[in-house]
Each structure stands twice: as structure tokens, then as C-alpha cells.
């Protein structure tokens, strides 16, 4: 009799935690999406990559600030358009000597390793999407060190919501996609270092419109 006694607060304080746990801004209801214009939120988006280092083990970096927009109306989510540019001169690695490679002019005036001191951005502009539920094929033109070329992303939505410092309209999605580099001219240690680049898409969208 004492333990029930003891244990009655602990179980009439149960709902009211209950109704004090914070609720996620963003959640995955399509509903909650609202046609318009967005843009990249370009502090929470980021491009991974990831290659094999010699068969041992993989080595990964991300590109920032990406920046960009996205046309949707959750009516007819096949007419959304999709346009994002990258920053190639801000990737980042866990490693300075290797930033500094990739970033490296080449020897004698030749061509870099990479990119180069002061390579050009990079850009995804899409050319179908094919939706289905909370899914997507996303089509597209990938232009990389001057070269450009059709890649497919598989994405995935993530969440919607109001950011709850600036108020925004926000979407979220997920992508994942595989390129070879050397289709975009940096074949430099191929094949001890993959020729197969994964990149992992992470990407929030602010509605401006």
C-alpha cells in the first residue's frame, strides 16, 4: 500500500510530461508543404562525398553554402524544378594537406590534381521529377569542373514546418546519388582512389514566395 502511495504522483505526472515534451518543428506530412517559390537554407545544406582510399577504408568531405531554389506545388509535386549551386572553392575535408591538394594549382602550369585555386561553382539544375508518395527521382543536369552531365538523385522528403527562430516556411529532403569523376575531369589517383564518388544530399529550403 505504501509503494502505490509513493507511486501516485510519479503516475499523475506522466500526462503532464507528456504534454510538455517539445514538439519537432519539421515533421514528414506532405500536407504541411505549401506551394511556392523556396530557397536553400545554405547554412543547413550540405553535399557529402565519400570515396574508397585505396581499398582500405572510405575518406569523406562536404561542400557548404550551397545556395538556390525550388519550385513546388504539392498538387502536382512532377512540375517541381529544382536549381542549386555549389561552392567547390569552400569544400571542406578532415584533413588541411588534403584540402590543400584539391585546391592546389597544378605543377609547371599543368592541370591541377582536382580543382585548382579557384575553381568554378558547380551547379544541379533538374530536368524531371518523377514523385511518388514521399519519394522522388529527380533528373538532372550536374555541371563539375566545367563539365556537365546528366546524374539521377534519389530523394526522399524529410520534413516540413515553420523554423522557429525566423518564422520561414521550411522543407527538408534527403538525396543520395553515385558519380564517376573522371567523366568530370579529375581522375587523378584512379582506381586506388575511386572512381565512384557517393554524395549524400542534405538540403533545407525557406519559402520566399
Given at each position: ?12 505526472a506522466?500526462?503532464?510530461m ?15 508543404v ?10 543547413h ?9 585505396f ?6 568531405g ?7 531554389t525550388l ?42 590534381d ?9 551547379k ?17 543536369d ?11 538523385l ?12 525566423n ?5 527538408g529532403?534527403h ?20 572512381d ?7 538540403v ?6
Amino acid at each position: 500500500m505504501r509503494k502505490l502511495l509513493l507511486a501516485l504522483p510519479l503516475l499523475a505526472a506522466v500526462p503532464l510530461m507528456a504534454q510538455s515534451a517539445p514538439q519537432m518543428p519539421g515533421i514528414a506530412d506532405v500536407s504541411r508543404v505549401s506551394a511556392g517559390t523556396y530557397k536553400t537554407d545554405p547554412g543547413h545544406t550540405l553535399i557529402g562525398w565519400r570515396v574508397s582510399h585505396f581499398g582500405f577504408n572510405d575518406y569523406f568531405g562536404i561542400f557548404g553554402d550551397a545556395t538556390g531554389t525550388l519550385d513546388i506545388d504539392p498538387a502536382n509535386p512532377n512540375a517541381a524544378k529544382v536549381d542549386i549551386t555549389i561552392p567547390v572553392g569552400k569544400l571542406t575535408t578532415a584533413s588541411a594537406g588534403l584540402t590543400g591538394h584539391m585546391l592546389r594549382a597544378g605543377k609547371d602550369g599543368g592541370k591541377a590534381d582536382f580543382f585548382g585555386p579557384t575553381p568554378a561553382d558547380a551547379k544541379f539544375v533538374s530536368t524531371k521529377v518523377e514523385a511518388s508518395g514521399m519519394t522522388a527521382k529527380i533528373t538532372g543536369d550536374l555541371t563539375l569542373n566545367g563539365v556537365t552531365k546528366p546524374v539521377v538523385l534519389d530523394a526522399k522528403f524529410s520534413g516540413a514546418g515553420n523554423n522557429p527562430f525566423n518564422k520561414k516556411a521550411t522543407v527538408g529532403f534527403h538525396a543520395t546519388t553515385t558519380i564517376k569523376r573522371s567523366e568530370f575531369g579529375v581522375s587523378y589517383g584512379v582506381p586506388v582512389i575511386s572512381d565512384d564518388v557517393a554524395l549524400d544530399i542534405s538540403v533545407a529550403f525557406e519559402k520566399a514566395s
